[in-house]
């Protein structure tokens, strides 16, 4: 017999000793029945359930310390939320609904090349553009769908309002694109940014001749679109 076991015999016939004049409102208290496994930090009696004190306070062991009490179970949570729960941190003593516990939507970020979906300086669709917009609609239908973001962006030729409009011209295109093709429209929302977040810095500075020029500055004229869902 472990000096433990018979720590506990000993505490269990101190309470039965006791147990004929505890107080009513001991028998109105829920039984704590805990796993039975690893480091257990109360006395238990042979149904594994915590003995209580006439006061109905559990009866803690030598190897009682806030961290067993926090991670020994008694159900699905740990059975300091029974005897200690001004010791317990209280977020491990809340029983998460199935709408807490339901996984977090993901997002899947896809960059469009402006250049595949328009013609410089247009809100066109192309053929190209469209095909992979279809293949971003497929993507969609795959997922319980939150929202569509489409941002379109220009280079910085031509004037800051144009620009701004034109980018505005591009997200819309690719929204109706999308809606034609069974997205909610609700679900698809659009934003123009210009030429305000370009992603070639400095490096098109010194190219010299328009379509140079053009040809360098490709990578800004893009729409970004993000679907946010989850699988």
């Not at 004049?21 to 930090?41: L, M, R, T, W, Y």
């Not at 149904?47 to 159900?75: D, E, F, I, K, M």
């Not at 031509?158 to 997205?183: D, F, H, I, P, W």
């Amino acid at each position: 017999m472990t000096k433990q076991t018979k720590k506990q015999m000993l505490m269990l016939a101190a309470i039965a000793s006791i147990g004929l004049s505890a107080p009513s409102a001991f028998a109105q208290v829920n039984d704590v029945v805990v796993a039975g496994k690893g480091e257990i930090p109360y006395v238990i009696d042979a149904r594994n359930v915590v003995a209580r004190s006439g006061a109905g306070l559990c009866w803690r062991t030598g190897y009682w310390s806030p961290a067993a009490a926090s991670t020994a179970l008694a159900g699905n949570l740990p059975v300091g939320c029974a005897c200690d729960k001004d010791i317990v941190p209280a977020d491990k003593c809340t029983v998460k609904t199935a709408a807490q516990a339901a996984p977090k939507p993901t997002a899947d970020k896809v960059k469009l090349s402006a250049d595949a979906l328009f013609d410089f300086d247009k809100a066109v669709l192309k053929t190209e553009g469209k095909a992979k917009l279809d293949q971003l609609a497929a993507q969609a239908k795959s997922l319980k769908l939150e929202v569509i973001l489409a941002v379109g962006h220009t280079d910085r030729l031509g004037s800051n309002t144009y620009n701004q409009r034109l980018s505005e011209r591009r997200a819309a295109a690719v929204k109706t694109y999308l809606v034609s093709k069974g997205v909610d429209a609700n679900r698809v929302y659009t934003e123009g940014k210009g030429e305000t977040q370009p992603v070639t810095g400095n490096k098109c500075d010194k190219v010299g001749g328009r379509s140079a020029q053009i040809a360098c500055l490709q990578p800004d004229r893009r729409v970004e679109v993000e679907v946010i869902g989850s699988k």
